[in-house]
């Protein structure tokens, strides 16, 4: 640890401030509990109170003190749905605008708290301008891999060059999906601006979910475009001793299962299924005769307390699978499962928070992308020897005989016990290196809070009260509201 610390003579305030999705404000409360086990910071969480009240617990005991926020009531967006989990997609323009609204709120909440650092998400540039305001440093944690991060950039700023990684790519169906993403607007903003501008707010270094050792390469290719220096904070994988014993009937089921012979398949907490690929994924399953765990969402307001699990799935398919398959709606308990030796498999998404947990837990992935950074993470996958992704049509159309393809290859056949080598080899190292990322993050973030102090007391103390509330109405003055 560098002298800053010893320099600054009490814990760092600390406050932490991720978008308003659960893969966001999962990893940001991993970070906060990895960061208070460092002994040199206190840990205040921001968030609103549908995703607060799913923490609270963990929060608790682990000293970490949370700090709501409220959003402005919007029509059709009751306080339930100030979070992304269960959100309906055509609600989603209208969470961001109820969440750039707060920003007022956010300045009041960074006056009262003064903290010596804010630590921001991606979508909030706002949130960086505020502490700015008031002397207070900041700096961006990017949830996503950095292999997508530098991907991201490289469309900005090399628009017509090719990706200089040939492993990492886009199909086409997938390219415009993103480009469509990127380029909607919710309350007169582009989502690519937002991103842009948040990465500019950071201080001279940004977080990352992530280690060297996978994705060193494109971290460098990020900091080449940005001219942001990324340190990457591990990765904040949930302890799966530690999660609670809801749902033990899942790991009671599991536990009859002979090692290795079943694959889990879960697409997240904010991405549901279309009819169609549930149903191909239905058929796929059906058709490798493996054991599997299912878990199902639908989103609110759509399906919700209208179609049950039996009604969403193909005629007779639970009997059907009756022995070999348990399919569970909502949630199960991921980490406990993927950790289980019974494990062969996992279907996934491949949402980052997703790939980590399976490399941290040795789990071969047979990846099934669907939309955002989902391809990118993907293709990491399977260019690291830990997956086989399964692939679609031209069109993007899932077919039900290539997903079984894909998982008996990985559970029953020799591709997958070279995956599950390499995907146990990187467990082993993720292991060994334990918790050397967060030592080198701590004295990082403890070197930013030491120079500003050290400007403020040059430069006087923070600004008045009345100065930062007008700071806090400016994302409205620019006609963001």
């Known amino acids: 640890m560098s002298n800053s610390n010893l ?69 059709g967006l009751p306080a339930e749905l100030h979070t992304t989990n269960a959100l309906p997609s055509y609600l989603m323009a209208t969470l ?3 969440f750039d609204n707060a920003s007022p709120n956010f300045a009041k909440i960074l006056l009262n708290l003064k903290p010596d650092l804010l630590i921001y998400d991606m979508i909030q540039p706002w949130a960086a301008e505020a502490a700015a305001a008031i002397g207070i440093p900041s700096v961006l944690f990017i949830t996503t891999s950095a292999t997508m991060a530098s991907n991201m950039f490289h469309l900005y700023k090399k628009k017509g060059n090719a990706y200089p990684f040939k492993s990492i790519y886009y199909r086409a169906y997938e390219y415009w999906n993103v480009k469509e993403v990127l380029e909607s607007e919710a309350n007169g903003r ?17 977080l990352a979910k992530s280690f060297k050792e996978i994705e060193g390469k494109y971290a460098d290719y990020f900091t080449e475009l940005t001219g942001k220096r990324v340190v990457p904070v591990g990765p904040l994988v949930v302890d799966p001793l530690h999660v609670d014993n809801e749902q033990n009937n899942v790991i009671e089921w599991l536990d009859t299962k002979t090692p290795g012979s079943t694959v889990f398949i879960s697409f997240g907490s904010e991405y549901f299924l279309s009819e169609a ?12 005769n493996v054991n599997f765990i299912w878990v199902l969402r639908f989103p609110r307001g759509h399906w919700e307390g209208i179609l049950t699990i039996e009604q969403a799935l193909p005629q007779g398919f639970l009997e059907r699978v009756q022995n070999r398959g348990l399919v569970v709606e909502g949630w199960a308990p991921q980490a406990k499962i993927l950790a289980h030796k019974n494990i062969g498999g996992f279907v996934s998404h ?7 947990e399976a490399m941290k837990f040795g789990v071969p992935i047979i990846a099934m992308p669907m939309h955002l950074d989902q ?14 992704e399964v692939l679609r049509d031209g069109n993007g159309v899932l077919m039900g005989h290539k997903v079984a393809e894909v998982v008996d290859q990985v559970v029953f056949g020799k591709l997958g016990e070279d995956v ?18 967060i030592d080198v993050v701590a004295d990082e973030l403890l070197q930013l809070c030491s120079s500003a102090q050290a400007r403020r007391v040059v430069g006087g103390l923070y600004k008045t009260r009345s100065e930062a509330f007008v700071l806090g109405k400016s994302w409205a003055v620019k006609g963001h509201v």
């Open 7 to 75: 320099s600054l003579g009490r814990k760092q305030n600390v406050l932490m401030f991720p978008w308003l999705g659960h893969g966001h404000v999962s990893p940001f409360l991993q970070l906060a509990k990895k960061l208070i086990k460092t002994n040199h910071f206190n840990i205040y969480l921001c968030s609103t109170p549908a995703n607060l009240n799913s923490i609270r617990q963990v929060a608790q005991n682990e000293s970490i003190s949370l700090i709501e926020l409220n959003l402005t009531p919007l029509p």
């Open 96 to 98: 961001k605008r109820a």
């Open 190 to 206: 582009k989502d690519k601006d937002r991103v842009e501008e948040g990465v500019e707010n950071s201080s001279s270094i940004v």
């Open 277 to 288: 690929d549930l149903k191909e994924i239905a058929k796929g399953l059906e058709l490798s």
């Open 350 to 356: 491949c949402g980052w928070s997703s790939v980590m």
């Open 375 to 388: 391809p990118v993470n993907a293709r990491l996958v399977v260019e690291l020897g830990l997956g086989k």
């Open 420 to 437: 599950r080598a390499k995907a146990k080899k990187m467990s082993l190292d993720l292991k060994i290196k334990g918790d050397e990322e």
